[in-house]
T-cell receptor
Framework: AQTVTQSQPEMSVQEAETVTLSCTYD???????LFWYKQPPSRQMILVIR??????QNATENRFSVNFQKAAKSFSLKISDSQLGDAAMYFC??????????????????FGKGTLLTVNP | DTGVSQNPRHKITKRGQNVTFRCDPI?????LYWYRQTLGQGPEFLTY????????KSRLLSDRFSAERPKGSFSTLEIQRTEQGDSAMYLC??????????????FGPGTRLTVL
């Protein structure tokens, strides 16, 4: 079974500064997807960025980028020019890319415990 | 695209009562997922539908839990004889899927259940 570990329960950053959230995972599979989701207080979870394991190039979405180290099974999220609206719980998640007979278990997301990010003005 | 909606947003019940939650996915999304999120934890997978077929259930889904997705549209999650350990946020997500292709799971706002 795959596991996802976020070792930083809480992080804080000054507005306009850069912060990096850590995530490691354990899997025996070679093909998979990794995600960072953001869950603002009392609001629904939204996808921040995703990375396909077969791609060597790190994904980037505006101020959000990842450092994907496949051999080390590490997937960190860097937030540049932090804004007050970035304050939220951030979850790292894993999804297998394997196609099974039923197509069922391959599509569920396995999440870490989350990192609570505070942005200080 | 109106997003995934869930009702009710909050539910308080007494131990032993039955509760039912509803999830309306994004229209034309053929896949629907239920997750449970307890305080201080990430969401945990409960079950998954492709159209109206329930294709997988987690071991977290005891016999007191049942989920349906009639006609492949909205889904309901029922918990019978609720226990205090059932208190959690129940999240629904939907996606459009085709074999060999990946589509993002979009989450609803969740239903927060409190069992007294």
């Amino acid at each position: 079974a795959q596991t996802v570990t976020q070792s930083q329960p809480e992080m804080s950053v000054q507005e306009a500064e850069t912060v990096t959230l850590s995530c490691t995972y354990d899997t025996s599979e070679s093909d998979y997807y990794l995600f960072w989701y953001k869950q603002p207080p009392s609001r629904q979870m939204i996808l921040v960025i995703r990375q396909e394991a077969y791609k060597q190039q790190n994904a980037t979405e505006n101020r959000f980028s990842v450092n994907f180290q496949k051999a080390a099974k590490s997937f960190s999220l860097k937030i540049s020019d932090s804004q007050l609206g970035d304050a939220a719980m951030y979850f790292c998640a894993y999804r297998s890319a394997r196609i099974g007979n039923s197509g069922g278990s391959n599509y569920k997301l396995t999440f870490g415990k989350g990192t609570l990010l505070t942005v200080n003005p | 695209d109106t997003g995934v909606s869930q009702n009710p947003r909050h539910k308080i019940t007494k131990r032993g009562q039955n509760v039912t939650f509803r999830c309306d996915p994004i229209s034309e999304h053929n896949r629907l997922y239920w997750y449970r999120q307890t305080l201080g934890q990430g969401p945990e997978f409960l079950t998954y539908f492709q159209n109206e077929a329930q294709l997988e259930k987690s071991r977290l889904l005891s016999d007191r839990f049942s989920a349906e997705r009639p006609k492949g549209s909205f889904s309901t999650l029922e918990i019978q004889r609720t226990e205090q350990g059932d208190s959690a946020m129940y999240l629904c997500a939907s996606s459009f899927g085709r074999q060999g292709w990946f589509y993002t799971q979009y989450f609803g706002p969740g239903t927060r259940l409190t069992v007294l």
